[in-house]
C-alpha cells in the first residue's frame, strides 16, 4: 500500500532542544494527523490538520498542513523527557476513511 | 469516560490455532479498523468497516477475519492461515464524516504464537 515520506527516522537531542520532523507525499491530502506512540501502547493523536496552509498548536507542539497538500511538519520545542516515543503521520485523501502513514520517526531525549 | 478497548492486552497462542482478538469503543463511532504493526513498521490496515454487518479488506487481509454484528464491537480474528502472525495489532476508530477522518486508536494487543 501506500506510505508517506517521514523523516528524519530517528532523533536524539538534549533536553530543552527543539525538534522538527516532517511527512511528504506525491499525492495529495485532504487531512493531515500527526500520533505520538509510546512503547507498547497505541498511537495518541496529537494535532489534526484539515486545511492547507493551517498551522496549529497544542502546548509545545506546533504542526503546519502545507499549501501544496502534499506535506506536513512538526515542532515540538522545548523538548522534556516525557517526548520520548515514536511519531507517526498519517493522511487522508477524502473519499475514503482509510488513512496512510508514515513509518515513525523514534526521538531520543536525554536529560 | 469515551475511549476504545482492546483485550486482552498480551496474548499467547500455539501455532495452529486460531484466535480472536477484541475491541470495543463507546464513542459513537461508524467506522472501526484494524492494524497491524511490525518492529520498525509503519501500521498497516488489516479490516476496516464503515457500518454495521459491513466491511472491506485492506491491505493485509489473508489470513484474517472480522465481524460487525454490533457498531460498538469489532473483532479480529487470526486464522492458522496467517504464515507470521507475531506482532502488535491495533484497533482504531473513527466518525463518518466528510472531511474528518480522525482515527482514535485503542491500547493495543501482543500477540506472540509460540
Known amino acids: 500500500g501506500q506510505q508517506l515520506n517521514q523523516s528524519p527516522q530517528s532523533m536524539f537531542i538534549q533536553e530543552g532542544e527543539d525538534v522538527s520532523m516532517n511527512c511528504t507525499s506525491s499525492s495529495i491530502f485532504n487531512t493531515w494527523l500527526w500520533y505520538k506512540q509510546d512503547p507498547g501502547e497505541g498511537p495518541v493523536l496529537l494535532i489534526a490538520?484539515?486545511?492547507?496552509?493551517e498551522l496549529t498548536s497544542n502546548g509545545r507542539l506546533t504542526a503546519q498542513f502545507g499549501i501544496t497538500r502534499k506535506d506536513s511538519f512538526l515542532n515540538i520545542s522545548a523538548s522534556i523527557p516525557s517526548d520520548v516515543g515514536i511519531y507517526f503521520c498519517a493522511g487522508a485523501q477524502g473519499g475514503s476513511e482509510k488513512l496512510v502513514f508514515g513509518k515513525g520517526m523514534k526521538l531520543t531525549v536525554n536529560p | 469516560d469515551g475511549g476504545i478497548t482492546q483485550s486482552p492486552k498480551y496474548l499467547f497462542r500455539k501455532e495452529g490455532q486460531n484466535v480472536t482478538l477484541s475491541c470495543e469503543q463507546n464513542l459513537n463511532h461508524d467506522a472501526m479498523y484494524w492494524y497491524r504493526q511490525d518492529p520498525g513498521q509503519g501500521l498497516r490496515l488489516i479490516y476496516y468497516s464503515q457500518i454495521v454487518n459491513d466491511f472491506q479488506k485492506g491491505d493485509i487481509a489473508e489470513g484474517y477475519s472480522v465481524s460487525r454484528e454490533k457498531k460498538e464491537s469489532f473483532p479480529l480474528t487470526v486464522t492458522s492461515a496467517q504464515k507470521n502472525p507475531t506482532a502488535f495489532y491495533l484497533c482504531?476508530?473513527?466518525?463518518?464524516?466528510?472531511?474528518?477522518?480522525?482515527?482514535?486508536f485503542g491500547p493495543g494487543t501482543r500477540l506472540t504464537v509460540l
Open positions: 482504531a476508530s473513527s466518525r463518518e464524516r466528510e472531511g474528518q477522518d480522525t482515527q482514535y
Open positions: 490538520l484539515y486545511k492547507a496552509g
